[in-house]
T-cell receptor
């Protein structure tokens, strides 16, 4: 069975400050890891994913996440946030060999001007 | 290239009724997955259809059923609606090919309210 824990339900941060959104998972099998973002009244959009290879993955808008197998974590970071980053962020895992996603409960990031 | 679309956007039903939600997958995709997102929660996997056959199911009762059509669009049917079925229902399409997971592209969702 798989489960995803996002410890912080809400994270307020000032504009241009760094941010880290935490994600831990548990699984009895190997998994792939994802971060999705949900803007108000919109569907989920893929932010970045880890399938294999380098444990540090980056998105086109400055976010990055590092897969840490020993700590079963996949924390999301950004060195300097913008107002437009205000959204709900979901961490998800997909068991290898499957094609469905198990999501955490989400972290609401609010960027304060 | 059109994205994933869902209809209707909002729906209000009463307990015991039946509902059908629709999803048009992204061009070129052969797989559709359905998720239920209750208020304040992450999406939960309901089931997935690949080439018109069910290809995995989450922990949902049989009154949740689905179809996938030859053009890869899909329907989610829920019978005997309960108050707890009130949620945002998300459809995601992807191209399943080989063993690597494909990116799932989500639609905007259908907001179902059960009174």
């Amino acid at each position: 069975a798989q489960s995803v824990t996002q410890l912080d339900s809400q994270v307020p941060v000032f504009e241009e400050a760094p941010v880290e959104l935490r994600c831990n998972y548990s699984s009895s099998v190997s998994v792939y890891l994802f971060w999705y973002v949900q803007y108000p009244n919109q569907g989920l959009q893929l932010l970045l994913k880890y399938l294999s290879g380098s444990t540090l993955v980056e998105s086109i808008n400055g976010f990055e996440a590092e897969f840490n197998k020993s700590q079963t974590s996949f924390h999301l970071r950004k060195p300097s946030v913008h107002i437009s980053d205000t959204a709900e962020y979901f961490c998800a895992v997909s068991p290898t060999g499957a094609n469905n996603l198990f999501f955490g409960t989400g972290t609401r990031l609010t960027v304060i001007p | 290239e059109t994205g994933v679309t869902q209809s209707p956007t909002h729906l209000i039903k009463t307990r015991g009724q039946q509902v059908t939600l629709r999803c048009s997958s992204q061009s070129g995709h052969n797989t559709v997955s359905w998720y239920q997102q209750a208020l304040g929660q992450g999406p939960q996997f309901i089931f997935q259809y690949y080439r018109e056959e069910e290809n995995g199911r989450g922990n949902f009762p049989p009154r949740f059923s689905g179809l996938q059509f030859p053009n890869y669009s899909s329907e989610l049917n829920v019978n005997a609606l309960e108050l707890d079925d009130s949620a945002l229902y998300l459809c995601a399409s992807s191209l399943l090919s080989g063993g690597t997971p494909s990116t799932q592209y989500f639609g905007p969702g259908t907001r179902l309210t059960v009174l």
